[in-house]
C-alpha cells in the first residue's frame, strides 16, 4: 500500500484558473505538510498542518490555501493559477514536527498555460 | 542566501568513482538529515545524523557531521548507476524544515 499518495499526478491548466491537489496517508503521522519544488530542484516548504491545526506557514501568497477535512488527508487549493506557479508540489508528513523523519508523496506536476 | 547550502550543484561521474558532497550552514543543528530523490518520485530519507563528528555508513555511502553540527559531507564510494539522483540535505532549526539547495548527481556507466 502507498504510504503517502497525491491525485492528480500531473495538471494542466490556464491561468485564472482555480484547481485542487489532494493529498493522503495511511501511515497515522500525526504532521502532513506541502512543499513546492522549483524548475532548479530548490524544495521550499509552504504549509504544515499538525492536529488539524496550521503550525507553519511560510509567506505564500494567500491565493494557496490547505485544507485538512482529517488526520490523514491535507489537501492545496490554489485560487487564480498564475504562470509561476508551475512546478512540482509534493505532499509530506511525519510523526511529530521538527525533526522527523518525512515521507513524502509520488509529486504533483503543475503546468499553468 | 540559503539556509543549507550544498556543493556542487551538479556533479557527473564514471561508474566506479569517488564523489563527496557538501552541505554548509552558519547555523547549528541539533541533527541533519540526507534524502535522496529519484527522478519522478519524492525524496527518500537515506540518514539522520546527531552527534558532531558523528560517521554513519550506508552500503557505499558515508556520512559526517561536522564537530560543530554547522555542516555535513556525503561521500560514495565506487559510485554506481543506480546513485544518479538528487541528494539534498535537510535540518530543522526550530519547528521549521529546511532543504538544503541539493546536488545533482549523474554516474555514467
Known amino acids: 500500500d502507498t504510504a503517502v499518495s497525491q491525485t492528480p499526478k500531473y495538471l494542466v491548466t490556464q491561468m485564472g484558473n482555480d484547481k485542487s491537489i489532494k493529498c493522503e496517508q495511511n501511515l497515522g503521522h500525526d504532521t502532513m505538510y506541502w512543499y513546492k519544488q522549483d524548475s532548479k530542484k530548490f524544495l521550499k516548504i509552504m504549509f504544515s498542518?499538525?492536529?488539524?491545526?496550521?503550525?507553519i506557514n511560510e509567506t505564500v501568497p494567500n491565493r494557496f490555501s490547505p485544507k485538512s477535512p482529517d488526520k490523514a488527508h491535507l489537501n492545496l487549493h490554489i485560487n487564480s493559477l498564475e504562470l509561476g506557479d508551475s512546478a512540482v508540489y509534493f505532499c509530506a508528513s511525519s510523526q511529530a514536527s521538527g525533526q522527523e523523519t518525512q515521507y513524502f508523496g509520488p509529486g504533483t506536476r503543475l503546468l499553468v498555460l | 542566501t540559503q539556509l543549507l547550502e550544498q556543493s556542487p550543484q551538479f556533479l557527473s561521474i564514471q561508474e566506479g568513482e569517488n564523489l563527496t558532497v557538501y552541505c554548509n550552514s552558519s547555523s547549528v543543528f541539533s541533527s541533519l538529515q540526507w534524502y535522496r530523490q529519484e527522478p519522478g518520485e519524492g525524496p527518500v530519507l537515506l540518514v539522520t545524523v546527531v552527534t558532531g563528528g558523528e560517521v554513519k555508513k550506508l552500503k557505499r555511502l558515508t556520512f559526517q557531521f561536522g564537530d560543530a553540527r554547522k555542516d555535513s559531507s556525503l561521500h560514495i564510494t565506487a559510485a554506481q548507476p543506480g546513485d544518479t539522483g538528487l541528494y539534498l540535505c535537510?535540518?530543522?532549526?526550530?519547528?521549521?524544515?529546511?532543504f538544503g539547495t541539493g546536488t545533482s548527481l549523474t554516474v555514467i556507466p
Open positions: 535537510a535540518a530543522a532549526p526550530g519547528n521549521q524544515f529546511y
Open positions: 498542518y499538525n492536529n488539524k491545526e496550521l503550525i
